[in-house]
């Protein structure tokens, strides 16, 4: 007991003899000097913006400098504006805010998505992300794409080897710019580097989140969790909706446009801004997701790949997909040949002509994906005939992609590893 006493002595002698100590970016700031009086050094409150849900001192300002000369001077007028953004999406939570949005003069509205990089790209996240911003650059939004490669960590991707990530974020960068992505309307942030800018910020506005809802709510917004083995997944599952929500505060998007099956993350951002009075709260676009090619498929699986169209894929691999595909005569629900033509081919083509033999009817065109919808709704198309279409016009999209990389040797590079990574995961 002695002994103790005069260690714990000791150490106050110690402590009020130091000139000031800085004890850690986690506690807020506290420092302690020589005469035993704390100090608060740093202010811990989130403060944000007028009308915004940016938080101060993030990258909003960064990125608006970025896109300082970009304001809209098309000649759409609001509702055009507005309808074209909902057109993309499945489901836009409060599309009045929208209006607001986008009624600002001299106002950059800026539309986040992110992704964890993960190994091959499918069609969806290729040339439907491609779309999506240069068709969101049309209307004067501008794109941060958010390089999920923390979270690709936590969630154990390449056995959270972020070296690897890396490789695959940049492989994912020219895969978009292959595609024809607008390069000047996005700006593509790399997680681990912007939050090491400001680390404190960003860790207390991540802790501030978790603080804010209880473990129920949490692990309904964890895909991972939300499994019947959800128990067995690693306890930084529980991180992951906290930190997905900070990044949007920290970024300071107007417009979280990602897939349905991020809805409920983006939800609890907007809870979270009713909870602490933000001014204003981002703007949820959820955009429809495609489903697999193989029957009962409601999401594409990169585990499977009979189960997509991956960017990367031949075109002898895209027509083996496509004619295995799901696809009932005269359904239109669930099947997802008709939804890639929906989804997609319709958004680089005005009309589509689908090549049939004189006996079966010649060739038709189609001029919407209406009038392909109906004529194979009545069964005037065949099943057949509809997927040897498809597979013409994917290749179409997708023979840039093959040409990029076959001609960029630095892409090609990428590839390569990419596919090394891969091959070491089986």
Same mark, same amino acid.
């Given at each position: ?44 409150? @989130? ?42 999406? +499945? ?5 009045? +805010? ?55 960590? @936590? ?15 940049e492989y994912f960068i020219h895969i ?17 580097? +912007? ?43 529980? @991180? ?102 929906n989804s997609i081919v319709f958004k ?49 999209? @997708? ?6 990389? +076959?001609n960029n040797q630095e892409a090609k ?14």
């Amino acid at each position: 007991m002695l002994l103790s006493i005069k260690n714990l002595c000791t150490s106050i002698y110690r402590l009020k003899n130091m000139s000031e100590r800085f004890l850690s970016p986690f506690h807020g700031g506290i420092a302690v000097n020589y005469s035993g009086n704390v100090t608060n050094i740093k202010n811990p409150k @989130l403060e944000f913006y007028p009308e915004s849900c940016s938080v101060k001192h993030g990258l909003r300002k960064e990125i608006d400098n970025f896109f300082s000369k970009s304001c809209f001077r098309g000649n759409q007028s609001l509702e055009e504006r507005v309808n074209t953004c909902l057109s993309m999406a +499945e489901e836009c939570i409060k599309p009045e +805010e929208l209006y607001t949005l986008l009624s600002k003069k001299d106002y950059v509205p800026l539309a986040y998505d992110g992704f964890e990089p993960s190994g091959r790209m499918h069609i969806a996240q290729g040339l439907c992300k491609v779309d999506t911003v240069n068709t969101m650059s049309k209307i004067g939004i501008k794109s941060v794409i958010w390089i999920a490669d923390w979270h690709a960590m @936590l969630n154990n991707k390449f056995g959270g080897d972020l070296q690897k990530i890396r490789v695959v974020g940049e492989y994912f960068i020219h895969i978009w710019k292959a595609a024809g992505m607008d390069t000047n309307s996005v700006k593509f942030l790399w997680a681990s580097d +912007e939050v090491d800018k400001n680390p404190d910020l960003y860790w207390r506005l991540a802790m501030d989140i978790s603080r804010s809802f209880n473990i129920t709510r949490m692990k309904r917004c964890s895909q991972a969790l939300g499994r019947t083995e959800g128990d067995d997944q690693p306890a930084a599952q529980l @991180l992951y909706p906290a930190i997905q929500c900070a990044d949007i505060f920290f970024i300071g998007a107007d417009l979280c446009q990602l897939g349905m099956d991020q809805r409920k993350i983006n939800v609890l951002a907007r809870e979270y801004c009713e909870i602490r009075k933000i001014p204003a709260s981002p703007i949820v676009l959820s955009h429809r997701m495609l489903p697999g090619l193989l029957e009962g498929q409601e999401k594409m699986s990169k585990s499977n790949p009979n189960s997509a169209v991956f960017m990367d894929d031949s075109a002898e691999d895209v027509s083996s997909k496509i004619k295995k595909a799901f696809c009932p005569p005269g359904v239109l629900d669930g099947n997802p040949v008709i939804a890639y033509f929906n989804s997609i081919v319709f958004k680089r083509f005005s009309s589509v002509t689908i090549e049939r033999k004189e006996r079966d009817g010649g060739d038709v065109t189609f001029n919407s994906p209406k009038e392909l919808n109906d004529c194979f709704a009545n069964g005037s198309l065949h099943p057949a005939d509809l997927k040897n279409g498809l597979i013409k016009y994917l290749n179409l999209m @997708l023979q840039p992609i093959r040409d990029y990389f +076959e001609n960029n040797q630095e892409a090609k590079l990428l590839a390569l590893k990419v596919k090394q990574f891969q091959s070491e995961k089986k």
